[in-house]
């Protein structure tokens, strides 16, 4: 696709319920990060993949959170045993090539709700 | 560890000039970026410094000082599509500097 795509676009759900979250991001991307935003707050980091080497998985709060991106490509974010505060956007970004100072380029988000 | 403080809002009326600063703390330092993102949008990317001094795009510059650990936005001949957030974010952790460390963000608000 054009851009990177995340699905769903809203969830809502009981705490103490499992949720996946996806990403797809922008064809020939190698990099792709996960980030979370409270209301009105910064970007949070979470996770970030980088072509075939191990993740860094500095960002993730708890064990509860985990991400996995299959084949290069489409990545999903899995939290368990959901908490209230976890409520936020979780956006998804990809940056082509192996340099840093490559832009970010971001989805829309998945808006969660944890009832 | 990475930390970035700017102004949590700025006001201004269309036509006007808006200088966003952005000081930052950091243990790495490869570059300074620029994000700007619309309510229940996605951020988008909007500049990158990393080298010192002043980058132009069009109605927007910014503007770098490794040795002041400061940076800032310049919004020029500002519209009402103006009105957002924008966030700095400091390129310097990880692996050849592949992370980025966001600040929490100017909400502008450009009145009519």
């Known amino acids: 696709g054009a851009g990177v795509s995340q699905s769903p676009s809203n969830k809502v759900t009981e705490k103490g319920k499992d949720v996946e979250l996806r990403c797809d991001p922008i064809?020939?991307?190698?990099?792709l990060y996960w980030y979370r935003q409270s209301l009105g707050q910064g970007l949070e980091f979470l996770i970030y993949f980088q072509g075939n080497s191990a993740p860094d998985k500095s960002g993730l709060p708890s064990d509860r959170f985990s991400a996995e991106r299959t084949g290069g490509s489409v990545s999903t974010l899995t939290i368990q045993r959901t908490q209230q505060e976890d409520s936020a956007v979780y956006l998804c970004?990809?940056?082509?090539?192996?340099?840093?100072?490559?832009?970010?380029?971001f989805g829309d988000g998945t808006r969660l709700s944890i009832l | 560890g990475q930390s970035l403080e700017q102004p949590s809002e700025v006001t201004a009326v269309e036509g006007a000039i808006v200088q966003i600063n952005c000081t930052y703390q950091t243990s790495g330092f490869y570059g300074l970026s620029w994000y700007q993102q619309h309510d229940g949008g996605a951020p988008t990317f909007l500049s990158y410094n990393a080298l010192d001094g002043l980058e132009e795009t069009g109605r927007f510059s910014s503007f770098l000082s490794r040795s002041d650990s400061y940076g800032y936005l310049l919004l020029q001949e500002l519209q009402m599509k103006d009105s957002a957030s924008y966030f700095c974010?400091?390129?310097?952790?990880?692996?050849?500097?592949?992370?980025?460390?966001f600040g929490g963000g100017t909400r502008v608000l450009v009145k009519p």
């Open positions: 970004a990809s940056r082509k090539g192996g340099q840093g100072d490559q832009p970010q380029h």
């Open positions: 064809s020939g991307h190698t990099a």
């Open positions: 974010a400091v390129r310097g952790e990880g692996a050849a500097g592949n992370k980025l460390t």
